[in-house]
């Protein structure tokens, strides 16, 4: 299992750009894909993007599409989540995890990193 720590979150307004990270911890992302979710107050923890480990190949929510990127450093452990045009929709808490598919891989999660952008 991959342990990790989401950093980069904040109080941002609509229309700026927030990037997030997410950073191995006790062990590496190797042979991983990864991906980003999110959990808004009330809501269920929904995909957001993934990257593939060996291709580097994305995939994107809907609700993410052209707005955001996600990228890897393999060599640092850690995961990207560049976030442009940010809406008050994309209000949550965002945590990323190994995945299989758009499926979160285990049922642990880091403390994720919270995101709130006002209008």
């Known amino acids: 299992q991959v342990h990790v720590v989401e950093s980069g979150g904040g109080l941002v307004q609509a229309g700026e750009s927030l990037r997030l990270s997410c950073a191995a911890s006790?062990?590496?992302?190797?042979?991983?894909?990864m991906g980003w979710f999110r959990q808004a107050p009330g809501k269920e923890r929904e995909f957001v993007a993934r990257?593939?480990?060996?291709?580097?190949?994305?995939y994107y929510a809907d609700s993410a599409k052209g707005r955001f990127t996600i990228s890897r450093d393999n060599n640092k452990s850690t995961v990207y989540l560049q976030m442009n045009s940010l809406r008050p929709e994309d209000t949550a808490v965002y945590y990323c995890n190994a995945v299989s598919g758009t499926s979160p891989l285990y049922d642990d999660w880091g403390q994720g990193t919270q995101v709130t952008v006002s209008s």
């Open positions: 990257i593939s480990w060996s291709s580097g190949i994305t």
């Open positions: 006790g062990r590496t992302f190797r042979g991983y894909n």
